[in-house]
């Protein structure tokens, strides 16, 4: 099983952007699906998460801005990000629970400039 991550950018402060992660392979159950960043010299941190049975969870720096999906349940996440800050620049992957194992897509990087 794999995550594929896709949609990160240049674009300026103000504008907005949409993430897309794919989960592929043979998948038996996603218990939860999201996003994380990491800037340059920072830790990886949460973004937005979206979990079976609970919902969905942001980190503060991004509520009402940022909008974590999961249509249908199917297989992919989107985050749609908008008003975009420069603070928002970093490499985004996305993470799920595949199979009740933990499993990283590749980063996509963001970059907003002011």
């Known amino acids: 099983v794999q995550l594929q991550a896709s949609g990160g950018g240049l674009v300026q402060a103000g504008g907005s952007l949409r993430l897309s992660c794919a989960a592929s392979g043979i998948i038996f159950s996603i218990n939860a699906m999201g996003w994380y960043r990491q800037a340059p010299g920072k830790q990886r941190t949460l973004v937005a998460s979206?979990?079976?049975?609970?919902?969905?969870n942001y980190a503060d720096s991004v509520k009402g801005r940022f909008t974590i999906s999961r249509p249908n349940a199917e297989n992919t996440v989107y985050l749609q990000m908008n008003s975009l800050k420069p603070e928002d620049t970093a490499v985004y992957f996305c993470?799920?629970?595949?199979?009740?194992?933990?499993?990283w897509g590749q980063g996509t990087l963001v970059t907003v400039s002011s």
């Open positions: 993470n799920a629970d595949l199979n009740d194992s933990d499993v």
């Open positions: 979206i979990t079976r049975g609970v919902g969905t």
